[in-house]
């Protein structure tokens, strides 16, 4: 999990090379309504997310506990995705409440599993920032300049939602600000490192 720019899909993929298990990855660019999202968030975010969500659902759907999976991003950043947009304005209240009442009654009825750990990646945002007018991409860069406050917003929501969910799951947090697994190799191998220790510690923890 973690907002736009913070390297979920950089690290799904290091953690796949390193333990031999192809990512289980969101293709938004078949999303048929994130463009227009992006050109009017207010007039597209409900139906953009309710698109992501049953995407995500029938990926997940039929996962089993016999294998391990890498998902990018968990469905419960998809949810926050949702949120952060309704916090903003761009999902009415009405919009939200059925969202939430779609993401409950397809997430149930399928019976898609929690995941057993959180890889939570978070960054400042001037970081975020950085990397997203590196890689280019035309509609997040709309984004960034019209729209800054979502940015903030998703940011924070992560950060809420790692401190939150370290109650009742298990949650190991990167901070993609400090160390640079994209372009190092000894941050890669370092980063595989540290979650395989911590992955360790939970399950010495449970036993």
């Known amino acids: ?10 690290l799904s993929q290091v953690l796949g090379e390193s333990w031999g298990v192809t990512p289980i990855t969101e293709d938004f660019g078949a999303n048929p309504h994130l463009l227009d999202f992006y050109k009017s968030p207010e007039d597209n975010s409900f139906k953009s997310q309710t698109w992501f969500l049953v ?3 029938k990926q997940l759907e039929s996962l089993t506990a016999d294998y391990t999976e890498i998902i990018d991003p968990a469905l419960e950043m998809d949810y926050l995705y949702a949120k952060v947009q309704h916090d903003i304005g761009w999902m009415t209240d009405v919009e939200w409440q059925t969202y939430r009442m779609l993401y409950d009654i397809h997430t149930h009825a399928s019976q898609v599993r929690e995941p057993d750990i959180f890889v939570v990646i978070n960054a400042p945002v001037d970081i975020l920032t950085q990397r997203i007018r590196k890689r280019g991409r035309e509609f997040e860069l709309w984004m960034l300049d019209k729209k800054p406050e979502y940015l903030e917003r998703l940011q924070s929501a992560v950060s809420s939602w790692t401190w939150e969910a370290s109650d009742y799951t298990e949650v190991i947090p990167v901070n993609s600000g400090e160390i640079d697994y994209v372009t190092i190799d000894h941050h890669r191998k370092m980063v595989v490192s540290y979650i395989e220790d911590m992955m360790i510690k939970i399950r010495n923890n449970n036993e």
Not at 1 to 10: E, L, N, R
């Open 55 to 57: 995407r995500k659902i």
């Open 1 to 10: 999990m973690g907002p736009v720019g913070v390297g979920k899909t950089a």
